[in-house]
């Protein structure tokens, strides 16, 4: 199961790069992979991850979603010096002002569970983009299942 | 603006309106428009601008069939002469419309009538006099009084659009509110895309838009005046506020605030601040539009369920379902006769553009395909543009679709353009 789930990953990489539609984090990640210093913003996003995705039209979080959130809140734990923002989205198959509300209600999802295990909700915003701000762009359901997602977004001026 | 004066129609005798366009079995109506005739040479230009605005606008509007200059046999040279009709008669025109142009200094008059061919007589005539840089609104405003006086309805040709322009990648998409004249020219910059702009709505006296905007903050409700520049906030909600919409009296604008995993309906009053919730449910409640007479309000809420289309007092209230397709349904918007709410519908992978009754019968569905979103009335009601996307990596298109399913054009923007939101009639 985490074998495969490794395996995903490395290929939603792969192809992401190939697009041309990777997000500037994930790129930065891969490229940094293995040498990120443990408590940076690399470290977060490459080791812990720093997205969640949802099923379609679904705010729920799955099983993977709580693995990786249960990783987020321990490192944010560790390192608490980090405020952070939660970025809700959504896919472009539904109409703007439902995903904006959708994309607040999947936000609201990670904060709430990550309140749940202990991290201090003064440390959390949300925002939600809606549709607005996919990270992959094409027109099948390959695209779409990585723009359903909300990102942690540690605020740069939380650094020390 | 523009200054109007009614001539005395010198051949008219009282004229019944031409054609029925309600008809099931319509048929646009051949129309020969000659171009008005310049006074001097120095006014052929705004002359055959005129008559290209007026033509463009009655061929688009679906109900008029402008025939082929080239086919005209009689060369319009005196406005206040009576047409050779039987010269119209045989290119089979029904309706004929002359007209002249003149320049004085920084201002344009124009004389215009509009001829029944078959009869043999006059329907209307008018003088217009404005300055130069409102030449195409003057055409714009003929173009209303012939489809008025012919059709028997309101026309809809001197209004506006305000949309958002589009540009750049679809991860990197930069997006500025725009406005333009109904049939796409005069495009205007209203915001220079710094800021993500979305779903802007006029106000009923067309001086005012009211979008929602990302900043350095929660992304929020605004208002900013289209003529001053001026911006401003709309509350100060704890949260995001989206989707605005003015009330019919333009006093008061009505949004979503996002609070925790709901989205609820709020109105503010514009002048006492004053703020009311109108729905309070552990759901998303987003998309209000009120009934032209501020009596109703619909709005789309996932509380069932799914996202259906619900109607509501015009002060909250208990609120009744009236979308029961198969799918679901979202951004509802009452027409300007209040005859029609208009959404988009999902279902089976694709969207569709459709109106029904407000009490949920007579559902029609106007186009369908891979995304078709938004929909917004012309002001009198007959036409309804929405926006488009093909899927890929490409962007979103205006259109415009008769409210029969008919007619359905494209609205040629400079790029992508999404969320367009039709004006009143501005005189």
């Known amino acids: 199961m985490i074998l495969g789930r490794a395996k995903f990953v490395v290929f939603l990489l792969a192809s992401l790069a190939v697009a041309g539609c990777a997000s500037k984090q994930i790129e930065e990640g891969a490229g940094l992979a293995g040498s990120a210093a443990p408590g940076s913003p690399q470290d977060f996003v490459v080791n812990v991850g720093d997205r969640v995705f949802f099923e379609t039209d679904q705010t729920e979080l799955t099983a993977q979603g709580r693995s990786t959130l249960d990783k987020q809140a321990q490192w944010l734990q560790q390192y608490n010096r980090y405020a952070f923002t939660i970025q809700g989205h959504a896919d472009e198959r539904g109409t703007r002002e439902y995903n904006i509300a959708l994309g607040a209600r999947r936000a609201q999802s990670v904060r709430e569970y990550l309140a749940a295990r202990g991290v201090a909700p003064t440390r959390m915003r949300t925002i939600s983009y809606g549709k607005e701000r996919p990270v992959a762009v094409c027109d099948d359901i390959s695209c779409w299942s990585q723009n359903r997602r909300a990102v942690t977004v540690l605020n740069a001026g939380g650094q020390s | 603006m523009v200054s109007v004066t009614g ?15 309600n008809q099931g079995n319509f048929k646009p109506v051949p129309i020969a428009i000659p171009p008005f005739v310049p006074v001097t040479a ?30 005209y046999i009689q060369k319009i040279t005196d406005v206040d002469a009576v047409p050779q009709f039987d010269s119209w008669k045989v290119i089979n025109a029904q309706a004929l419309i002359t007209g002249r142009v003149r320049r004085e200094g920084s201002r344009v008059k124009a004389d215009f009538r509009l001829w029944d061919v078959l009869a043999g007589q006059q329907l209307t005539g008018q003088q217009y006099n404005t300055t130069a840089e409102n030449t195409r609104r003057l055409a714009h405003i003929i173009s209303d009084a012939a489809y008025t006086r012919i059709t028997g309805e309101n026309g809809y040709f001197d209004s ?29 910059y209203l915001t220079r895309g710094d800021d993500l702009v979305l779903t802007p709505r006029f106000s009923p006296t067309t001086q005012e838009i009211t979008y929602m905007s990302y900043g350095a903050s929660d992304p929020r409700v605004y208002l900013l005046n289209i003529e001053t520049g001026q911006r401003e906030i709309v509350g100060n ?12 009296d333009g006093q008061r604008v009505i949004m979503s605030l996002a609070q925790g995993r709901n989205s609820n309906l709020f109105i503010m009053d514009l002048r006492s601040k004053s703020t009311t919730r109108l729905t309070d449910t552990p759901a998303i409640d987003t998309a209000p539009s009120f009934a032209p007479d501020g009596s109703r309000i619909c709005f789309e809420s996932d509380r069932g369920g799914s996202q259906q289309i619900y109607v509501m007092g015009g002060s909250g209230g208990a609120a009744q379902r009236i979308s029961f397709g198969e799918g679901s349904y979202s951004t509802p918007v009452w027409s300007p006769k209040g005859d029609y709410i208009a959404f988009t519908k999902l279902g089976g992978g694709r969207f569709s553009i459709g109106i029904m009754k407000p009490d949920g019968s007579g559902e029609r569905i106007l186009t369908e395909g891979f995304h078709n979103e938004g929909p917004t009335f012309c002001p009198n009601g007959r036409v309804i543009m929405f926006f488009r996307e093909a899927g890929g990596s490409g962007g979103p298109s205006l259109f415009t679709v008769d409210v029969s399913g008919r007619n359905e054009q494209r609205v040629q923007t400079p790029a992508f353009g999404s969320d367009p939101a039709w004006s009143p009639l501005l005189s």
């Open chain 2, 42 to 71: 120095e006014d052929a230009g705004v002359a055959s601008e005129i008559t290209q605005v007026i033509t463009n606008n009655l061929r688009r509007s679906g109900l008029f069939a402008p025939i082929d200059p080239a086919a």
């Open chain 2, 160 to 188: 506006r659009v305000v949309f958002v322009d589009e540009t750049g990648s679809k991860d990197k998409r930069v997006k500025r509110l725009a406005i333009m004249d109904q049939d796409g020219f005069g495009v205007r």
């Open chain 2, 237 to 248: 909600f704890p949260g995001m506020t989206f989707s605005p919409r003015f009330s019919p």
């Open chain 2, 7 to 21: 001539f005395a129609p010198r051949f008219a005798r009282a004229a019944p309106t031409v054609v029925d366009i």
